[in-house]
Every structure is written in structure tokens, then in C-alpha cells.
């Protein structure tokens, strides 16, 4: 028996190696190298490195956009919360427990963003912004809301929102089908009682559908965390580039300025690490408030 | 027993395999990672390349250049005619939009090719210069004559820049400049002229306003650098001329105090208090922006002189390209022109110095610069250049070309290259009037803010 189980673990590990060495040249690698590049000033752009300890982290410190950055990813991480987890969390339970016909249609349609490039669903909501010939100041115009209409992403306090629509709605459909898989495996009988106990359809979403498909939301919730965080740097970068002026600036975002653009590459990876300390602390504070008991009937 | 042994063996072999990869990966090698360049000959070996031969130059050239609004008719044009020229050398090009960004393994690794035309997004002739990456040819270029005898030192337009006391890191080879285009045939067809002055342009934005009900003026708020350098510098130094805007781009604290940074601020928040500037313009890149003047939502836009070559696929055939430079003077003094000269250079680290020199001495004459002119609508950095001759230039061009080799018409500015230490106050300054232009061209934020905002990060950074 015990040699068998040794066999097992052997095999399980030759099995986890490769994935393993992969995940430590990729991902390991790079981060420790991230950090390492934080503390020297470094173009990026030759083999000239200046170490300077922690100055690049003491100017983060004082820096005022990186401030409006973070405060503009979390803005992004709770509207896409609330926006994506309503949504599709709604239209999941739509298209399993009404009787759609065309369910399969609507499951296609709202999957569609998702196998799209995130740069054409930014390039796609700039033309409907527009401006001038945008859909959305077309629409207010029609229905006589003149004043309405705007330079949504040239306007400061309308930016952040302009962005946050795209990106809700290009999240939907993943989550919805995912909800999906675990409200099918909701046993139909549940249902059936709570109905003879005269439970109103709320009250079954409420006390049946929400608490036996939590680990979907939950696992739903931490991954629009963590790609929010990590993933709106692409659709501002497109739609905005940060501006106008640092309005609708990102992490990533400033990341990519000071690295790329400001021949600052040491900031940029201090910025970087500021990342991933923002993420994890982030993912850590969410899996704390997230944690329920499993509910099973 | 055997069982086991083999399996040791496997083991042993698997996890010798795995450190290989790991090692592989983790190598500084970076010569393979210039696979997406535009590579017409084998890869670079870091081997250093055999001396010139009496019969011409041999061994391999590396060109590094970057294809943007100017296209790469040219460049294919003179690197063949070279190559012709010196059938024994092999020439390889590394060259596309991304071109700086694909060949920065290649600097970074200290194995960079023999020239680098030092122009687009990634490339930064300053920081190349303080990191020891390109050549002194200071010496080389001092010999150097053209055609008719005359030294190439004193025939360019924008001059060779001389760093540490007179040392030539770069040669001037397009002259590129910023400044403001309109719609000839729509002006005449309208009798709109075209403005000569601050007072002059803005009555004329004023003008079209009220005749068209569009705003006149368009410019990208997604890149805020195109005002800067299209309308802010050429403003603050027909105010206070170069020393003026070297000290203002470099965060010097007085600069940002005298009364003539006021000024060209006032007229900025003029333009926006007339609102003649476009509502949108924040949300725009560069690319719509420059759409919407060509379809005439918009009259005035600060664009370089790419923007015809780089359009010229969208434009309407009835538009003609009109060129100023950016009238932000005062009535009766000359118009302000800041060049922004894109240089080339051969790397310290060069394999094939002497073919390098020999390259960049071949494309400085009269003939190139014609081509140069007619394949992409810009202007090689070579005065006494008649274009009006030629028939492939267009018409712009040609009253451009005059204009600039005109002194009286038009007062050049030079931006000087700072050094290492200036230059990261000069980047941050650089961002800070990107961010607060925005506001004030939304009329979010006066004159007077704007100025004591960068006055403070002056002092901030000057501490």
C-alpha cells in the first residue's frame, strides 16, 4: 500500500512538473524580476541601471496620480461588481427558470463580447460615444434630451462611468453562464416544495437559488476582482488613454506611461509591485468577507 | 531492482530536463527576440564583421528605422541604391511602426545594429545619448561635404546638435515641425484668410464659428502633446524666444514667473473662452481628430508635417492642405517655428562603423532630399532645397519649403536637448502641462492656474 501511494504522489507530481516549472519561468520569474527592476532607476531601454533602494517606492508615496489611479480601479472593481453580478445573475435566472424559447439565442448573445478583443469592444463604444456622430448623443437628440447629450469620454465626471458601461457589459456573459451551470443543478423538488410551503418566486430565489449557487458567486465575484484590477488597463488605454487629463487613469495605465512612454521603467515596475500588493490585499480582504458556511438541503 | 533503477534514472533525467528550461528561460540570450522585425538577411551573430575591403564595404550593415506618417518608400529607395552601390555589403533592416519596441532587447543586450534613424514611440535620443549608446561622430561629420563643396555642418536647416562641448552624437535628417493646417480650396471658396497673428487667427475661428456653427478648432485631447507642441511652444517662444522655451520645458522656476508665460496662457483660455475650440476635443486620439478637420467639422487643427501622407487615403479630393506655423505671435513679428528634427545615428556599440558613416553620408545630398520631399510630403533637414521644380512635391510643400528657408517670414526656435539630469525634470513637466491643458481648454481652470500650478511643480522639482 505504501509503495502504491508513493507511486501516486510520483506520478501526480511528474504529472504537476511541467505545469509547475512553467508557472515559475512565467509568472515567478517575471514577478521577482518586477520587483528587482523597482529598485534602481532604469530606462528600459539599455543595460545602464542605477540602484536607488527605495526612492522609486518614497516618490510613489507622494505621487498624486497613482492616488486618483487606485481610486479609479476601485471604482471600476465596485461598479463591475455590482453591474455584472446584478446583470447577470438576473438573466441567468431568466433564461433557466422562465420558460424562453429562444434561451439558447440570448445565451449566444450574451456570450458574444466575450470572444471579442477588448480592444474592439474599446474601439466600438468610442464610435458610440462619439461625440458627433456617436449613437448615445444621436439617441438623447431624437428624443428632444438635447442638453443631455456630451463628449461623454471627454468629460470628467462622466468618463469613469462611459468606461465602467462597456466593461459591465462585455462581462456579462461569461458569469451569466457560469450562474447558469450552477442554477441547473439546483434539484427541481426544492422548488417544488417551496412552492406547496406557498414560498413567492423572491423568497425561492432568496432562500434557495442565491444560497445553493454561492460558490458560483463567489467564485465569480474574486475572478471581477481580480481581472478589473489587473484588466481595465486595455479599455482605458484604447478609449481614453487615462485622460482627459489623469480622470479615467489606471494603474496599469500609469504603469504603461511611466514605463514606456516616460523611459522610467524601474517607476513602472515599483508600480507594478503596487499592483500586486494592491491585488492580493484586495482578493484577501473579499475572500474574508465572502466566506459562508456551503449550504446543502 | 531494475524497475527501481530506471525509474531513478527517468526521474534524474526529467528533472535535468526541467533545470535546462528553466535555464533557457532564464538566460540573458536576447538575440532571438527581434523575430517580428523586417529582416532581409540572417540574424545578428555578435561576431564583429570583417573590415572594409578596398573594393567597396563588405560585411553586414544593420539599419534601424521607424516606419510611421512618412511611410518606408524612401528608406527601401536609398538602402537599395546603397546596396547597389556596394554589392559586397549585406544590409539589414529592422523597420516598422513597433520597430523600437522589437529591437529594445537588441540595445538593452548591448548587441544594437550599426545606424538607428531615431524617431516614434520607444525611442528617446537624450536617454540614448546619456546611456552611452550612440557614437561621438563628431569628428567624421566635420569632413564631411556635399556636392557642390559646401560643409554638411552648414547645410542643414535645423543644426546638428553639439552636446559637452561640441561633440555630434546624431546627424539632422528630417525636418519635421509643428503646426497649423487648414483647407486652402475651402478658405477660398469662403474668403477666409489665413490668419498671421494671434489676433488675426482667433477673429478668424470667431469668423468661421459664426458662419459654419462649428467650432474651428480641433486637436486630440487623448494626446495632449499635439497642443503643446503644436500650438503651446511655438507660443512661448515667439513670446519670449528659445532660452525662454528651453527654461520653460525645463521646469527653470523664474521662467514659469515672467509675465510672457502669463500671456501666451490668456490667449489659450481666450481660445476657449470664445469657444471656438472643438467640445469633444478631449475624447479624441489623434487619428479622429484629424478625420473630423478632414471632413470640415472643424477648420484649424496642430498636427506635424505627416498629417497629409499619413491621411491621404481619407482625404476628400476637393481638400487642399494648408500650412502655418502656429500664428501665436503678436501682430507684426514673425511667425514662431519649433522643429521637431528626427535624427539618425550610428550606436557606440556598432559592428560596422565604417558602413554605418559611409550610409549616413551617402543620404545627405540634394538628390535625397528631393525623393525625400515627394514620397512623403515632409522636408529633409537641407536648406537651399528647390522643390518648386519638382513635380512629385506637393503644393504645400513647396510654399512650406520656401517659407522655412525664408528668415524673414519665419523665426526658427530650437529646443535644446538637456542633459540627463534636466531631462527627467523636463518629463515631468511635460506631464504636468499635459494634464492641466486639457482643463484649461475645457475652461475647467484659468490662465492663472495653470501657471501657478506650474510654477509650484517647478519649485517642487528644482528642489
Same mark, same amino acid.
Given at each position: 500500500m505504501a509503495q502504491s501511494a508513493k507511486q501516486r504522489y510520483l506520478f501526480l507530481a511528474f504529472c504537476l512538473l511541467p505545469t509547475f516549472l512553467l508557472f515559475l519561468v512565467f509568472t515567478v520569474y517575471p514577478m521577482l524580476g518586477g520587483l528587482y527592476y523597482s529598485f534602481f532607476e532604469w530606462s528600459g531601454t539599455s543595460s545602464v541601471k542605477t540602484f536607488i533602494g527605495l526612492d522609486n517606492y518614497v516618490k510613489l508615496w507622494n505621487d498624486t496620480i497613482i492616488k486618483q489611479a487606485i481610486f479609479n480601479d476601485f471604482f471600476f472593481v465596485f461598479v463591475k461588481v455590482i453591474g455584472i453580478m446584478m446583470l447577470s445573475l438576473f438573466f441567468a435566472v431568466a433564461l433557466t427558470q422562465l420558460r424562453i424559447k429562444e434561451a439558447p439565442f440570448y445565451r449566444i448573445v450574451f456570450f458574444f463580447p466575450n470572444i471579442m478583443s477588448v480592444v474592439v469592444i474599446g474601439i466600438l463604444w468610442q464610435f458610440i460615444y462619439d461625440p458627433s456622430i456617436g449613437l448615445v448623443n444621436s439617441f438623447l437628440m431624437k428624443v428632444g434630451l438635447t442638453e443631455w447629450a456630451r463628449p461623454w469620454l471627454g468629460d470628467m465626471t462622466w468618463v469613469l462611468p462611459s468606461i465602467a458601461i462597456p466593461a459591465i457589459w462585455a462581462g456579462i456573459g461569461l458569469f451569466m453562464l457560469l450562474l447558469m451551470g450552477g442554477i441547473s443543478n439546483v434539484p427541481k423538488s426544492l422548488y417544488e416544495a417551496a412552492d406547496i410551503d406557498g414560498a413567492s418566486e423572491w423568497q425561492q430565489f432568496w432562500r434557495i437559488t442565491v444560497p445553493l449557487i454561492w460558490p458560483q458567486i463567489k467564485t465569480s465575484i474574486l475572478y471581477i476582482i481580480i481581472t478589473s484590477l489587473n484588466g481595465s488597463f486595455v479599455l482605458v488605454q484604447v478609449m481614453t488613454g487615462g485622460g482627459p487629463g489623469s480622470a479615467s487613469e489606471v494603474m496599469g495605465s500609469y504603469l504603461y506611461q511611466r514605463a514606456f512612454e516616460d523611459f522610467q521603467f524601474g517607476y513602472g515596475a515599483a508600480i507594478g509591485v503596487l499592483i500586486l500588493v494592491v491585488s492580493l490585499i484586495t482578493v484577501l480582504i473579499s475572500q474574508f468577507i465572502l466566506k459562508k458556511e456551503k449550504v446543502e438541503y | 531492482m531494475v524497475h527501481k533503477k530506471g525509474m531513478k534514472q527517468f526521474w534524474l533525467l526529467f528533472a535535468l530536463v526541467g533545470l535546462l528550461m528553466l535555464l533557457a528561460a532564464c538566460s540573458g540570450d536576447d538575440t532571438k527576440d527581434d523575430v517580428a522585425t523586417n529582416v532581409e538577411g540572417t540574424e545578428a551573430d555578435g561576431t564583429p564583421e570583417e573590415p572594409a575591403k578596398e573594393d567597396g564595404l563588405s560585411g553586414k550593415l544593420e539599419i534601424q528605422y521607424f516606419v510611421g506618417g512618412y511611410g518606408d518608400e524612401w528608406?527601401?529607395?536609398? $538602402?537599395? /541604391? +546603397?546596396?547597389? %552601390?556596394?554589392?559586397? @555589403? %549585406? $544590409?539589414?533592416?529592422?523597420?516598422?511602426? #513597433? !520597430? #523600437? &519596441?522589437?529591437m529594445n532587447t537588441r540595445w538593452i543586450s548591448n548587441n544594437p545594429p550599426d545606424v538607428v534613424y531615431i524617431d516614434g514611440a520607444g525611442a528617446n535620443e537624450t536617454q540614448m545619448i546619456a546611456e552611452g549608446q550612440l557614437m561621438d561622430i563628431s569628428d567624421f561629420v566635420k569632413d564631411l561635404k556635399m556636392e557642390d563643396g559646401t560643409p554638411l555642418l552648414d547645410s542643414f536647416i535645423s543644426p546638428a546638435e553639439e552636446i559637452d562641448g561640441g561633440k555630434i552624437y546624431s546627424l539632422p535628417l528630417v525636418f519635421d515641425t509643428w503646426g497649423i493646417w487648414y483647407d486652402s480650396n475651402w478658405f477660398k471658396e469662403n474668403n477666409w484668410a489665413a490668419p498671421t497673428d494671434f489676433d488675426t487667427w482667433l477673429s478668424s475661428m470667431e469668423q468661421i464659428k459664426v458662419e459654419t456653427n462649428i467650432a474651428p478648432f480641433i486637436t486630440t485631447g487623448q494626446h495632449p502633446q499635439y497642443f503643446e507642441r503644436g500650438v503651446l511652444n511655438p507660443a512661448f517662444a515667439a513670446a519670449g524666444g528659445e532660452q525662454f522655451l528651453n527654461d520653460l520645458r525645463n521646469g527653470v522656476v523664474e521662467a514659469w514667473q515672467r509675465p510672457e508665460a502669463l500671456e501666451v496662457m490668456k490667449k489659450v483660455q481666450k481660445m476657449a473662452d470664445a469657444k471656438v475650440v472643438d467640445p469633444g476635443f478631449a475624447a479624441y486620439n489623434h487619428t479622429q481628430s484629424q478625420m473630423n478637420f478632414l471632413l470640415h467639422k472643424n477648420a484649424y487643427i496642430p498636427v506635424g508635417f505627416w498629417l497629409p501622407n499619413e491621411m491621404k487615403n481619407d482625404t476628400p479630393s476637393d481638400l487642399e492642405f494648408g500650412f502655418t506655423p502656429t500664428p501665436m505671435n503678436e501682430p507684426g513679428e514673425p511667425l514662431a517655428l519649433v522643429p521637431d528634427i528626427r535624427t $539618425?545615428?550610428? =550606436?557606440?556599440?556598432?559592428?560596422?562603423?565604417?558602413?554605418?558613416?559611409?550610409? @549616413?553620408? +551617402? $543620404? +545627405?545630398?540634394?538628390?535625397?532630399?528631393? /525623393? +525625400?520631399?515627394? =514620397? &512623403?510630403?515632409? !522636408?529633409? #533637414?537641407l536648406k537651399n532645397v528647390d522643390l518648386s521644380a519638382n513635380t512629385n512635391v506637393p503644393e504645400f510643400l513647396t510654399g512650406i519649403n520656401d517659407m522655412i528657408n525664408n528668415p524673414d517670414a519665419v523665426q526658427l526656435y530650437k529646443h535644446h536637448t538637456p542633459d540627463a539630469e534636466v531631462q527627467k525634470i523636463a518629463v515631468e513637466i511635460t506631464n504636468e502641462i499635459k494634464l492641466q491643458l486639457i482643463e484649461v481648454l475645457l475652461g475647467k481652470k484659468t490662465a492663472e492656474q495653470f501657471i501657478d500650478i506650474m510654477t509650484k511643480k517647478s519649485q517642487e522639482l528644482r528642489k
Open positions: - | 528608406w527601401k529607395q536609398v $538602402i537599395g /541604391d +546603397f546596396k547597389n %552601390e556596394n554589392p559586397n @555589403l %549585406e $544590409i539589414v533592416e529592422h523597420a516598422g511602426p #513597433n !520597430i #523600437n &519596441t522589437e $539618425i545615428a550610428v =550606436s557606440e556599440k556598432a559592428k560596422n562603423p565604417e558602413a554605418a558613416k559611409a550610409f @549616413l553620408e +551617402f $543620404i +545627405f545630398t540634394e538628390k535625397y532630399a528631393q /525623393d +525625400f520631399a515627394a =514620397s &512623403t510630403g515632409a !522636408i529633409m #533637414n
